[in-house]
């Protein structure tokens, strides 16, 4: 059938109404004019995908550069030139509908559109090593992606010339100022890996130390992070560290900051020069050990890392913050996390979060003054964005 397509959505799809209907077009921009397959259909819905263009906006799409693009499903928007102002009107229009907020994005930041992913997870399958082929378990075989960094895609060509694939599942790259390469197999084996001696500084099987370190270090501005096999690390170091900084000019000189969801303890460095005291919760274990190496290679003792659910403050610490730093997964907060903070009334409580609809709808929970927001384009070419809420208790 022959659409236009009038706007987009959260995900980058066109979106068209017609008798009653909406549809979702993959790589389809506003005013352009298109024939589709209908993939999906509901009553009321319909996604599908361009088969033909009748006519293309000029002014809003460019050649995506990848290969893969629309197969792999890793880079959903980048046929969008101005990918910025989409995140910023996504996040603005989020805000406005389900926080009830007129507060506007200040900007998107954006340092690297390409090569800038310090992470890969391969899958491997039939003697296929790539990517997942978008909604299926299928694998795309690829010889370099364009999102990583170099170095990365100079470990992918090492593998692909002369590793043997059988028995092997996943293989993951981690590349900062050192590399890490992970083999996950399906069973016990031994693995040639002299071929990456050369080449990296830590290679692990499952979770077996074969070679190197068994940590990698990352910089970010004048602090250093351990990197471990298992744990999370911000995959566009030079975005995250951007946003630290930024998060570090939010705080005045204060006595006591929580860092919640503290992960490796990446924020609560980097704001830890504001404060008399940092407290830093996580529940993964593995994220609080780094946490507290991290803590010592940048000779700092004026911050306390636990091993915690962030909603459970008060079995850690009587303190009383000043300042709440919050970096929830994707899910948002859950209601008790949001009672305590409200409980432990902070001045001021800084959201960090990758998902604007979940963050919409904890705003309006938290009943905080919205005083600012500012995007950071974390993961360019893909729908998602990244953003830091300032808030300022009402009362």
Same mark, same amino acid.
């Given at each position: 059938?022959?659409?236009?397509?009038?706007?987009?959505?959260?995900?980058?799809?066109?979106?068209?109404?017609?008798?009653?209907?909406?549809?979702?077009?993959?790589?389809?921009?506003?005013?352009?004019?298109?024939?589709?397959?209908?993939?999906?259909?509901?009553?009321?819905? $319909?996604?599908?995908?361009?088969?033909?263009?009748?006519?293309?906006?000029?002014?809003?799409?460019?050649?995506p550069l990848c290969p893969y693009y629309g197969?792999?499903? %890793?880079?959903?928007?980048?046929?969008? !030139?101005?990918?910025?102002?989409?995140?910023?009107?996504?996040?603005?229009?989020?805000?406005?509908?389900?926080?009830?907020?007129?507060?506007?994005?200040?900007?998107?930041?954006?340092?690297?559109?390409?090569?800038?992913?310090?992470?890969?997870?391969?899958? #491997?399958?039939?003697?296929?090593?790539?990517?997942?082929?978008?909604?299926?378990?299928?694998?795309?075989?690829?010889?370099?992606?364009?999102?990583?960094?170099?170095?990365?895609?100079?470990?992918?060509?090492?593998?692909?010339?002369?590793?043997?694939?059988?028995?092997?599942?996943?293989?993951?790259?981690?590349?900062?100022?050192?590399?890490?390469?992970?083999?996950?197999?399906?069973?016990?084996?031994?693995?040639? #890996?002299?071929?990456?001696?050369?080449?990296?500084?830590?290679?692990?099987?499952?979770?077996?130390?074969?070679?190197?370190?068994?940590?990698?270090?990352?910089?970010? +501005?004048?602090?250093?992070?351990?990197?471990?096999?298992?744990?999370?690390?911000? #995959?566009?170091?030079?975005? $995250?560290?951007?946003?630290?900084?930024?998060?570090?000019?939010?705080?005045?000189?204060?006595?006591?900051?929580?860092?919640?969801?503290?992960?490796?303890?990446?924020?609560?460095?980097?704001?830890?020069?504001?404060?008399?005291?940092?407290? %830093?919760?996580?529940?993964?274990?593995? $994220?609080?050990?780094?946490?507290?190496?991290?803590? !010592?290679?940048?000779?700092?003792?004026?911050? +306390?890392?636990?091993?915690?659910?962030?909603?459970?403050?008060?079995?850690?610490?009587?303190?009383?913050?000043?300042?709440?730093?919050?970096?929830?997964?994707?899910?948002?907060? +859950?209601?008790?996390?949001?009672?305590?903070?409200?409980?432990?009334?902070?001045?001021?409580?800084?959201?960090?979060?990758?998902?604007?609809?979940?963050?919409?709808?904890?705003?309006?929970?938290?009943?905080?003054?919205?005083?600012?927001? !500012? %995007?950071?384009?974390?993961?360019?070419?893909?729908?998602?964005?990244?953003?830091?809420?300032?808030?300022?208790?009402?009362?």
């Amino acid at each position: 059938m022959k659409l236009i397509i009038e706007g987009l959505d959260h995900q980058g799809r066109g979106i068209s109404k017609q008798n009653e209907k909406v549809y979702f077009i993959e790589n389809a921009l506003p005013n352009e004019e298109v024939e589709v397959e209908i993939i999906k259909e509901k009553k009321n819905i $319909a996604e599908g995908k361009v088969i033909k263009y009748y006519k293309k906006n000029d002014s809003l799409r460019e050649e995506p550069l990848c290969p893969y693009y629309g197969i792999c499903g %890793g880079c959903d928007i980048m046929h969008i !030139k101005n990918q910025n102002k989409y995140k910023q009107d996504k996040i603005n229009n989020i805000i406005d509908k389900y926080a009830n907020s007129n507060i506007k994005v200040e900007e998107v930041v954006e340092l690297n559109k390409y090569n800038y992913r310090n992470k890969i997870t391969l899958q #491997v399958k039939n003697n296929k090593l790539g990517l997942y082929k978008k909604g299926s378990n299928d694998i795309v075989e690829i010889n370099e992606c364009l999102l990583v960094k170099e170095k990365i895609n100079e470990i992918i060509k090492l593998i692909k010339e002369n590793q043997k694939l059988d028995n092997i599942n996943q293989i993951i790259i981690k590349s900062m100022e050192e590399t890490m390469v992970t083999f996950i197999t399906n069973k016990d084996i031994n693995i040639n #890996v002299d071929y990456l001696k050369k080449k990296v500084e830590s290679i692990y099987i499952n979770d077996k130390l074969v070679y190197g370190k068994n940590k990698i270090i990352a910089q970010m +501005d004048k602090y250093k992070f351990l990197v471990s096999s298992n744990s999370f690390f911000q #995959v566009n170091t030079p975005v $995250a560290t951007a946003m630290y900084k930024y998060i570090d000019s939010l705080i005045p000189k204060t006595n006591v900051i929580f860092d919640l969801y503290c992960g490796t303890g990446t924020i609560g460095i980097f704001v830890s020069n504001k404060a008399d005291k940092v407290v %830093g919760l996580e529940i993964n274990k593995d $994220a609080i050990k780094d946490a507290n190496e991290n803590k !010592k290679i940048n000779n700092l003792n004026n911050i +306390d890392f636990y091993e915690a659910n962030a909603s459970n403050i008060k079995q850690k610490t009587n303190l009383k913050p000043d300042v709440i730093i919050v970096d929830p997964p994707r899910s948002g907060l +859950d209601d008790k996390m949001i009672e305590d903070i409200k409980n432990l009334k902070p001045n001021k409580l800084i959201y960090v979060s990758c998902d604007p609809m979940t963050l919409a709808r904890d705003l309006k929970k938290l009943d905080y003054n919205i005083i600012s927001i !500012k %995007g950071f384009n974390m993961f360019p070419n893909t729908y998602h964005v990244e953003s830091v809420i300032l808030l300022q208790r009402k009362d």
